[in-house]
C-alpha cells in the first residue's frame, strides 16, 4: 500500500540480509501436528504454535546458494549460513503470528489482486493456478492463507515499527540549528559508488579476494576505463544498473564515512583508496556536489506499480513481468495508469498508481534513488524494495521552499530514518522475547 513505502530507512543488518538473500518471503506455516512428523523430515524448531522443519530449512538454503551463485555473491561457511537461515526463519514465524492476532482487517479485494498476480505472474490463468496447488499437494485455502499473512506481516511491521520512534521537538530543534549555523546552506552530494560486498564474520581467507577484486575495479578507473561500465560489470550493490549512481542526496543524509571520503574530492574525481565498511569495500566518485539553502527542496511527482514478494512470487519473476509492463507501455499499447490499476498490489493502484508530490526523505531509498536518476517521463527498470518490485515513472518536478512547518517536518523525517533501524531491531527481539521458541535436534 502506498502509505508503506512513506517509511524510513530499513536496518541496515536486514539490508544486508536481503542482500544474501535471507530474509526471504514468509514460507507456508505449519501448525503443530498432534503426531511426529515422517522420519523424512524433522522439526528443527517450534515458534508458537507453527513448526520450522529441516525440509523448508534446506530447501531455503538451497535458493539462496543458487542466488548467490547467480549474482556471484560470497556466501559464509556452511554452518554459519545455516544459523542464520534458521533465526531468519524463526523470526518470520514470530513476525506471522503476532500479524494474525494483531493486524488490520485486509481489503478481500486487494488480496485478490495479489493471489491473481500470482498466476499472471507464472502466465496462467486462476484454473491454472488452482490445479498446479493440487499437483502440488497444497490446497488453494492455504496458498490465499499464506500470501494473506505476508500482507499482513507488511502492515503491522510498519505500525510497530513507527510507533516505537520518537523524536522530540528538542532534536527537530537541534537539526534545524545545526542547518542554519552551517550558514543556512545544505550540501548535497551526488555519489557513485562499485560495492563488493564482504560477509559478516568473514575470515581473512574470505577477505583477501573481495579486496584484491575491489582494488583491481579501482585500478581499472583510475586507469581511465568508464566509472559507469566498471559499476555494472563489478558492484554489488542496487545502483550498479545505473553505473553505481546514488542519487543527489543531502549530505546528512547519506553515511558519514561517504561524505567524509568525497569531502576533499572535485566533482569528477575518484577516491584514491578503497572505503572499507560494514558492508564491504567501496570505491567511491564523486559526481556532483551542490549548495542551497537548507530549506529549498526538488519535490517529485511519480507514480508506480508494485507487485509483492511472496513465497510463490520470486522477485525474478515480478521482476520479468514488470519488464513487460514496461515494454508495452513504451510500445503505447496500453498506458502506465491502466496497468497500475488493474495489476497494482497497493492503495494507489485505484488512481493509476499516483503518488502525488514528495519532498526528499518520503519514500525507502532504493525507492527513492532509482526515482532520483530518472529524467521527466522516464520509466525505471524494475526495482527491488523490501515491499516487493516496483516499475516507477516520473511525471514531474519542482523546487519549493520550505515553509517553518515544512522544515521542521523535514528535519522529523531525517531524524526518523536514522532511528528506524534500532527500532525496528527492537521490535523483533521483543516479539521473539514474547515468543515461545523451542529448537530441536535431528533425530538420530
Known amino acids: ?158 505500525r510497530e515499527v513507527n510507533q516505537r520512534i520518537r523524536v522530540s521537538d528538542t532534536e527537530v530543534d537541534g537539526l534545524l540549528e545545526q542547518r542554519r549555523t552551517s550558514g543556512g546552506k545544505a550540501v548535497q552530494l551526488d555519489i557513485a559508488q562499485i560495492l563488493v560486498t564482504v560477509p559478516e564474520g568473514a575470515s581473512a581467507e574470505q577477505i583477501a579476494p573481495r579486496r584484491a577484486r575491489a582494488e583491481a575495479a579501482l585500478a581499472r578507473v583510475k586507469g581511465g576505463e568508464d566509472f559507469a561500465a566498471v559499476a555494472r560489470e563489478v558492484s554489488e550493490d542496487a545502483n550498479k544498473l545505473q553505473g553505481g549512481a546514488i542519487g543527489l542526496r543531502l549530505a546528512d543524509r547519506l553515511p558519514d564515512v561517504f561524505v567524509e571520503t568525497v569531502r576533499t574530492l572535485k566533482p569528477g574525481e575518484i577516491s584514491p583508496t578503497l ?17 542551497g539553502t537548507a530549506f529549498s527542496v526538488q519535490q517529485t511527482r511519480a507514480r508506480h506499480i508494485l507487485l509483492r514478494v511472496s513465497a510463490q512470487l520470486s522477485a525474478e519473476a515480478a521482476g520479468r513481468r514488470l519488464a513487460d509492463f514496461k515494454r508495452q507501455i513504451l510500445a503505447g499499447t496500453k498506458s502506465f495508469e491502466a496497468i497500475a490499476r488493474e495489476n497494482s498490489e497497493d492503495s494507489s493502484a485505484a488512481i493509476g498508481g499516483e503518488l502525488g508530490w514528495t519532498s526528499p526523505g518520503t519514500f525507502v531509498p532504493e525507492f527513492e534513488e532509482t526515482m532520483n536518476a530518472l529524467s521527466i517521463n522516464g520509466i525505471s527498470d524494475p526495482v527491488t524494495s523490501r515491499f516487493g518490485v516496483h516499475l516507477i515513472q516520473v511525471l514531474e518536478r519542482r523546487e519549493v521552499v520550505l515553509d517553518a512547518r515544512q522544515q521542521r517536518e523535514q528535519a522529523r523525517n531525517v531524524l526518523r530514518e536514522q532511528k528506524f533501524e534500532s527500532a525496528y531491531l527492537d521490535w523483533v527481539r521483543d516479539l521473539r522475547g514474547r515468543a515461545y521458541i523451542e529448537m530441536r535436534e535431528a533425530p538420530q
Not at 524448531?45 to 555473491?73: M, Y
Not at 486487494?110 to 499472471?120: F, P, Q, S, Y
Not at 570505491?283 to 556536489?289: E, G, N, S, T
Open 1 to 158: 500500500m502506498t502509505e508503506s513505502l512513506f517509511s524510513r530507512r530499513a536496518a541496515g543488518r536486514i539490508a544486508c540480509l536481503l542482500t544474501l538473500g535471507l530474509v526471504a518471503p514468509l514460507a507456508p506455516a505449519q501448525t503443530r501436528p498432534s503426531a511426529a512428523p515422517n522420519t523424512a523430515d524433522f522439526i528443527v524448531a517450534v515458534v508458537n504454535q507453527e513448526l520450522v522443519t529441516n525440509g523448508e530449512l534446506q530447501g531455503r538454503i538451497a535458493r539462496i546458494r543458487e542466488d548467490a551463485g547467480r549474482s556471484n555473491t560470497p556466501m559464509p561457511p556452511p554452518a554459519e549460513l545455516r544459523k542464520k537461515v534458521l533465526e531468519a526463519l524463526i523470526d518470520e514465524r514470530v513476525q506471522v503470528t503476532n500479524a494474525r492476532e494483531t493486524g488490520p482487517k485486509l481489503d478481500e479485494a486487494e488480496l485478490d489482486r495479489a493471489v491473481g498476480n500470482v498466476a499472471v505472474q507464472n502466465q496462467m490463468t486462476m484454473a491454472q493456478l488452482r490445479a498446479r496447488l493440487q499437483q502440488q499437494g497444497l490446497a488453494y485455502s492455504a496458498f490465499r492463507g499464506n500470501v494473506k499473512d505476508q500482507l499482513l506481516v507488511e502492515r503491522v511491521r510498519e
Open 275 to 291: 572505503l572499507k565498511s560494514g558492508a564491504g569495500f567501496h570505491v567511491l566518485k564523486l559526481l556532483a556536489r551542490t549548495e
